[in-house]
């Protein structure tokens, strides 16, 4: 049983910069991070494989940049320059298989974490 706890979301200024954490238990090899703003889909911002490998939504390349600490079995999210659109519930999520994309199923979930920027 995989089990995500996010942290790290709060308020910030247009431009400003935050980092999201996700603590995890259990293994999987594929890992994201979703967000959904008020009144619409929730979207996929960023994932990453077992081999390091990324992908990342158009809206948030160049911007975001999503990583993974196996040894202490955490997933972060660094979020540079960000706009009021950014602003959303952020959440994290595992995948045990292949591909690893942002549409692919995950099946295990997070609470998520608020994020607001400001203009």
């Known amino acids: 049983q995989v089990k995500l706890a996010e942290s790290g979301g709060g308020s910030v200024q247009a431009g400003g910069s935050l980092r999201l954490s996700c603590a995890r238990s259990?293994?999987?090899?594929?890992m994201g991070w979703f967000r959904q703003g008020p009144g619409k889909e929730r979207e996929g911002v960023a994932t990453?494989?077992?081999?390091?490998?990324?992908t990342y939504a158009d809206s948030v390349k160049g911007r975001f940049t999503i990583s993974r600490d196996n040894a202490k079995n955490i997933l972060y999210l660094q979020m540079n320059s960000l706009k009021p659109e950014d602003g959303a519930m952020y959440y994290c999520?595992?995948?045990?298989?292949?591909?690893?994309?942002?549409?692919?199923?995950?099946?295990?979930w997070g609470q998520g974490t608020q994020v607001t920027v400001s203009s």
């Open positions: 999520a595992a995948r045990a298989g292949w591909p690893c994309g942002l549409t692919s199923h995950f099946g295990y």
């Open positions: 990453i494989d077992s081999f390091d490998g990324t």
């Open positions: 259990g293994y999987t090899n594929c």
